[in-house]
Nanobody, 123 residues
Framework: QVQLAESGGGLVQAGGSLRLSCAAS????????MGWFRQAPGKGREWIAT????????YYKDSVKGRFTISRDNTKNTVDLQMNSLKPEDTAVYYC????????????????WGQGTQVTVSS
């Protein structure tokens, strides 16, 4: 069983930075690749970034490449998302979840979600 809790969101100005954190519980956490997702008002949840179970590889949605960095610390059961050069279109509720690759896309594996954390970027 995996439980997740996202934190670190807030209100920032365009061009600013924010660091999100995901705290996970469960004895099998380190076996999962982990990802970040976001959902803007009126839109579906979209995949943002993935990090493999050992932290050896990362993958990003094109629109956040060069601005966002995903990392994990399996000794602390945490997954972070460093967000730089934020834009108004980054405004959304951000979630973390175990992920798996389905063909050329990433999606939630096992449908585990926390409460999410709100990120609002003003123009």
């Amino acid at each position: 069983q995996v439980q997740l809790a996202e934190s670190g969101g807030g209100l920032v100005q365009a061009g600013g930075s924010l660091r999100l954190s995901c705290a996970a519980s469960g004895r099998t956490f380190s076996a999962y690749a982990m990802g970040w997702f976001r959902q803007a008002p009126g839109k579906g949840r979209e995949w943002i970034a993935t990090i493999t179970w050992d932290g050896g590889r990362t993958y990003y949605k094109d629109s956040v490449k060069g601005r966002f960095t995903i990392s994990r610390d399996n000794t602390k059961n945490t997954v972070d998302l460093q967000m730089n050069s934020l834009k108004p279109e980054d405004t959304a509720v951000y979630y973390c979840s175990p992920v798996a690759a389905y063909g050329s896309t990433w999606d939630s594996f096992g449908d585990y979600w926390g409460q999410g954390t709100q990120v609002t970027v003003s123009s």
